[in-house]
């Protein structure tokens, strides 16, 4: 019985090959690729869940370049113009009305990275290459984040406490990161950005304070800890809201003598720091000039001329 | 300071016509207050045309310096346009004057004596990719998917500039024009070019200082000679029409779409049909028969282009000097304004691929060699032997960065020991972070320019004006020759 069974099988997978060959075989012309690509979907589908070091998903994956799906675009060159110009999910092309399994799955994808950036945590060998200790505001957990904003621009009364023992009090410029709602933003950006805004503040000759990391962040977080420091200027890098073009854009907020009660008008603000964004490097660089320039004027956000 | 209108000059010494135009410039920000700051040139207005002058010449080989100086001095004062308001601009000294003996002096001290950041520019190749974007013909390739050909003929030359997807990608120049056969009493011939004998002789045309000649002769030379450009333009034939060809041939085929003709022959084409000598020879040349039989070579539609009328004749190559040749750099630069203006200095190019990025050895051995190639090429010098052009380096992470600029600081200090300025060009948005990297490990000896975002190849010469609002870099760059594949 057994042996029959075997038998059995061996026949139908060779029989399976041969067919399969065959349809190998006749791969021309854009029928079959799309046969073809419809294969081999899934198993991209499948790779990231192979791929189980939690590092991989921390460190900037490199996001798809834009390729056109279009099997015979008429005008190649015109198309591949219109691709570079846009992150959006132009040239997909489609199967009856609906997008190729393979868009639909890089949606999905890029939608989840969105939802993992949110829920993630910075990754502490980040915080730690930097020398960030870490506070927190009282924000709780992540739901509770992200109902209540307001929670989030106050720290916890241990945090102040750890803030006065080991910062320096009014410091020129004060660095602050935060996760606020993509904790991958940090960890793709900050190596890039922190650095090369340190490099800045150099040639400018500014001093910097004590930087450190606010867990469950909001950007007004800025004005509780101005109180704490009393710093000349304080700049926040702190994770953007995740989207479907990217889920590891970072901002960086800057404002002229913080305290409780400013207003949104104060604040100045580069944003869409990301590989396909406001190059991290430059931003960082940029930073400092904006920094430099608010101490010069004793203002920032709209009252800052740059 | 989100808007800002600077002047710019543009100066046109031809073979036969002299002209110049005063145009304003629009620079607005393009980008979002949220982001880096990024500004282009938004707008383009032509303020002010001159009259078209006859080019005051001494003798057959020698321009007359004050005669122009006088031209321009009247045109300066009519426009109402001080020289001290002129923020930009461009010089250019064309077709055959450029072989004037004084020509090189001349530019130069025009450009001098024109404005703040005004700059001397020569070369054929030039002259054609300024008058193809004066007549338009870089913006309608922009529009379209094939190739666009603009050739500006005048009295000397043509230059012919091919443009795709707004971009130059190939240059040509004829010994075709409308004072290369010149005439005197109606038909008596009073000077052959003897850059075009080769190609008379090749043809079977036989046309001689001293012989009166006859309107149908005639044309047939002129004919010959707009049949022969236009074979050599569209690739028809290339072997004897090439004998017109001066300077460098095309390096490939470059189907053509669409041609425009400029210059004073292109204006030449819509005048009134030639119909006797005295018609022909008004302006004491065979220009007026060139611009005719041109005309008739369209109607006739022998050639597989579609003719279009240009933007500009007699005025593109002026109009494209004054209102075309400023680009604007990056707004995120490293730079040092007490150190600008710097005038033309040669490109190196250091392109890198990904593998030798990924590699410091390979990044240090390419610095090396690119080095070692600008210290051969250039003399040495205490000022700036030569603007470093980076390409290739698509993403870079800080780490990268560091690589970088320490391979090129320590390397530079060590083979331009006595260079007492380095300056950088990037192609991608970097150059202040890469500028900031440099300057911290230089602490000014070199000092550091770096800008970005401007497009150079090798071979060309970059010009760099002074700031405007403190970090909008104007920059000239002439293009002096054309990769194969550009």
Known sequence: MEQQLDFLVDKVVAELQKKLAELGEKTSGPKAEAAVEGKAAP???IAPVTATKPQETHSAPAEPKGTALIPNPKWKEGLDELLAST????????????????????????????????????SQEVLDQFSLFTVETQYDNTENYLKRPDMGRVLTEESVRLIQERCQKRPQVQIVVSDGLSASAVDANLKDVLPSLMDSLKSYGLSCGTPFFVKGGRVASMDHIGEILEPEVLVLLIGERPGLVTAHSMSAYMCYRPRKGMVESERTVISNIHRQGTSPIEAGAHIGTILAKMLEQKASGVKLVL | MDEQWIQSVGIDVGTSTTKMIVSRLRLGRMSSTFSLPRYQIVERQLLYASQVHSTPLLGFDEIDAEGIGAILQAEYEKAQISLSSIKSGAVIITGETASKKNAQHIV??????????????????????????????????????GTVVNVDIGGGTANAAYFQRG?????????VGGRLIRLEREDVVTYVSPNIQEWLKAKGLHIAVGQRVGLAELTEVATQMARSMLDYLTGKERHVSGLLVTGPHLRGEFPVEELTVSGGVGQLMTGPPVRSMADVSRYGDFGPLLGYVLQQERERGSYPVRWLDPEQTVRATVIGAGMQSTEISGSTVHIKPELLPIKNIPILKLEFTEEQLADPARIHQEVAAIYQLGERLFDKTTGIPFALAISGVGYCSYALLQTIAQELADQYRHYFAESRTMVVICETDMAKALGQGLALRCKGEPEIICIDQVRVEYGDYIDLGEPISGTIIPVVVKTLAFDEKA
């Open chain 1, 87 to 122: 992150p959006a999910r132009i040239g997909v092309w489609r199967t009856g009305v609906r997008p190729l399994t393979k868009t639909m799955l890089q949606l999905r994808r890029d939608h989840a990275a969105a939802v993992d950036a949110v829920y993630g945590e910075v």
């Open chain 1, 43 to 45: 198993q991209q589908g």
């Open chain 2, 108 to 145: 130069h001290l025009l450009a001098e004596r024109s404005g703040d950041f005004v700059v001397a520019t020569a070369g054929a190749d030039l002259e054609g990719v300024l008058a193809g974007k004066g007549a338009g013909a870089e913006k309608r390739s922009q529009a379209l998917q």
């Open chain 2, 167 to 175: 971009r130059a990608i190939a240059t040509v120049t004829f010994h």
